[in-house]
């Protein structure tokens, strides 16, 4: 069965401090792992990972993924209030664009002032 | 303004009663999806669709039904709504060469 986890599935921290969130997949042709930040509203997208090892930086978030492991990484450093949110990974079987989509449960983070 | 557009925002229905959830875009994508989001479990993909007249059953399709008759346009038809399908759903749209999504705002749906 397809299905990608995410751990942990809650984390709080203080503002200052460096987070890892963790994203592991078990997709039949597996072609994309992408992250998303998901506030009080709809997600948006943050990245988007199709090659083993090649990190995708913005701002204090970076992001890998390990295609030999499966799993990816999602890296924020100096944590503000306003990184507080649900982070989503999801794995696509499409190599050029969007298919089908499997979802992690997400990762509600919390950061204290 | 580039947008995705779900109506309605919110619904409240009874068991057995016919709905339809619209969702529309006006950035010409050609991909267009169906989510639902309940507490604890994420995102969970109903229908997807490449292009017109082209869709593909997602994650939890069963008791959803979808058209792509035209590229602006992705109706959820619930035939025979129940409370288990109460949830908060969300439509999404990208380019068909782009892995960037693009959602609405969701709409809350409560069947009793």
């Known amino acids: 069965e397809d299905k990608v986890v995410q751990s942990p599935l809650s984390l709080v921290v203080h503002e200052g401090d460096t987070v890892t969130l963790n994203c592991s997949y078990e997709?039949?042709?597996?072609?994309?792992l992408l992250w998303y930040k998901q506030e009080k509203k709809a997600p948006t997208f943050l990245f988007m990972l199709?090659?083993?090892?090649i990190e995708k930086k913005s701002g204090r978030l970076s992001s890998i993924l390990d295609k030999k492991e499966l799993f990816s990484i999602l890296n924020i450093t100096a944590t503000q209030t306003g990184d507080s949110a649900i982070y989503l990974c999801a794995a696509s079987d499409r190599g050029s664009t969007l298919g089908r989509l499997y979802f992690g449960r997400g990762t509600q983070l919390t950061v204290w002032p | 303004e580039a947008q995705v557009t779900q109506n309605p925002r919110y619904l409240i229905t009874v068991t057995g009663k016919k709905l339809t959830v619209t969702c529309s875009q006006n950035?010409?994508?050609?991909?267009m999806s169906w989510y639902r989001q309940d507490p604890g479990l994420g995102l969970r993909q109903i229908y997807y669709s490449m292009n017109v007249e082209v869709t593909d059953k997602g994650d939890v399709p069963e008791g959803y039904k979808v058209s792509r008759k035209e590229k602006r346009n992705f109706p959820l038809i619930l035939e025979s709504p129940s409370p288990n399908q109460t949830s908060l759903y969300f439509c999404?749209?990208?380019?068909?060469?782009?892995?960037?999504?693009?959602f609405g705002p969701g709409t809350r749906l409560t069947v009793t």
């Open positions: 950035m010409n994508h050609e991909y």
């Open positions: 199709t090659s083993s090892g």
């Open positions: 997709v039949t042709n597996f072609r994309s």
């Open positions: 999404a749209s990208s380019r068909g060469d782009s892995y960037e999504q693009y």
